[in-house]
């Protein structure tokens, strides 16, 4: 059984396990899901379906550079992009909640001179990144929220 056979029969479980951090998060108002011990810090992306209109949220790891946060479309190292990934291509100006603070941003695909020089960035804060693009014949995006 490999990797991504794993994933995939994991994802239900870890689909649930989001919607609980999401959750406590929100209900928190960031108190709580931004920062664990021995992990990176985690920010709630709220995104607009690109076909359904439906408004979604996903935990995800973030970094900063300067006052932009960054975060993978990794998605594990899946052949696809997540679909949050598509949603911010089709509807870009949208909020984060990053601890307290809530931020209007606006997203948009790193450069290739700016991937170049954040990769190493995203690697230094969750290590599995490294692991996730050797598992994909893709080029992982890195998008930038700027504020707005």
């Known amino acids: 059984m490999g990797v991504l056979d794993i994933a995939d029969r994991s994802w239900p479980v870890l689909r649930r396990a989001m919607g609980l951090h999401t959750a406590l998060y929100k209900a928190s108002g960031g108190r709580i899901g931004h920062r664990f011990p021995g ?70 695909e790193a450069t290739p001179a700016e991937h170049e020089r954040l990769w190493p960035m995203a690697v230094r804060t969750y290590s599995g990144y490294a692991g996730y693009q050797e598992r994909t014949e893709r080029k992982i995006p890195l998008i930038v929220l700027e504020r707005r």
């Open 39 to 108: 992990t990176p810090k985690m920010l709630i992306l709220e995104h607009v379906g690109a076909k359904s209109g439906r408004v979604r949220s996903a935990p995800l790891v973030y970094f900063t550079d300067g006052d932009d946060i960054v975060i993978v479309a990794s998605k594990g190292g899946f052949p696809k992009n997540p679909a949050w990934y598509y949603n911010l291509k089709a509807h870009p100006e949208t909020t984060v909640q990053v601890g307290r603070e809530k931020r209007a941003v606006r997203a948009r």
